[in-house]
T-cell receptor, first 112, second 111 residues
Framework: EAQVTQNPRYLITVTGKKLTVTCSQN?????MSWYRQDPGLGLRQIYY???????DKGDVPEGYKVSRKEKRNFPLILESPSPNQTSLYFC???????????FGDGTRLSIL | SQQGEEDPQALSIQEGENATMNCSYK?????LQWYRQNSGRGLVHLIL?????REKHSGRLRVTLDTSKKSSSLLITASRAADTASYFC???????????FGAGTQVVVTP
């Protein structure tokens, strides 16, 4: 089954404790992206990757890091999480950047 | 800043009625996409319309695009309770990967 898998689905952690949210897709997509969703703001793009070893900033990259060492994986790293990063996070992928995206089921992060 | 803005923010209709929601955007686009999100779940792609297209259909969905007014509309005909969801427009301003979403329209369809 074609899918984008995020882990964990839920996480409660504390300020400053480094965390990684993993994202994996099994569709051989070149393009992957991370979004955060906050009430009233819709989805905002954090980072995207056009292909392996090619990443670029979205609209809200501050406080996040990503890497794209393999085509299928695109982890999101919060080196020193802060409470304003409490949000619902989505990973998505597509064949090319301009094509429709397939979304994962989301990761709800709470940073205390 | 957000590129797209949906209107209305919320819409409540009865089954069988049509639902129309609009999306306005600020800068020139390469394409515009509509997505649906069921409560707390990932988004599902509905329709993509390119900047040189004016109208597209998919089942009970009809999307129009007016680039002169920088606006798009999504029409759901003969709505069903299962159409209850939030609907988002997303615009791509170039082919290099940025996709910008609006805040969404929350649609509730009552039996």
């Amino acid at each position: 089954e074609a899918q984008v898998t995020q882990n964990p689905r839920y996480l409660i952690t504390v300020t400053g404790k480094k965390l990684t949210v993993t994202c994996s897709q099994n569709m051989n997509h070149e393009y992957m992206s991370w979004y955060r969703q906050d009430p009233g703001l819709g989805l905002r793009q954090i980072y995207y990757s056009m292909n392996v070893e090619v990443t670029d900033k979205g609209d809200v990259p501050e406080g996040y890091k990503v890497s794209r060492k393999e085509k299928r994986n695109f982890p999101l790293i919060l080196e020193s999480p802060s409470p304003n990063q409490t949000s619902l996070y989505f990973c998505a992928s597509s064949t090319r950047g301009h094509q429709p995206q397939h979304f994962g089921d989301g990761t709800r992060l709470s940073i205390l | 800043s957000q590129q797209g803005e949906e209107d209305p923010q919320a819409l409540s209709i009865q089954e069988g009625e049509n639902a129309t929601m609009n999306c306005s955007y600020k800068t020139s686009i390469n394409n515009l996409q509509w997505y649906r999100q069921n409560s707390g779940r990932g988004l599902v792609h509905l329709i993509l319309i390119r900047s040189n297209e004016r109208e597209k259909h998919s089942g009970r969905l009809r999307v129009t695009l007016d680039t002169s007014k920088k606006s798009s509309s999504l029409l759901i005909t003969a709505s069903r309770a299962a159409d209850t969801a939030s609907y988002f427009c997303a615009t791509r301003t170039d082919s290099w990967g940025k996709l910008q979403f609006g805040a969404g329209t929350q649609v509730v369809v009552t039996p």
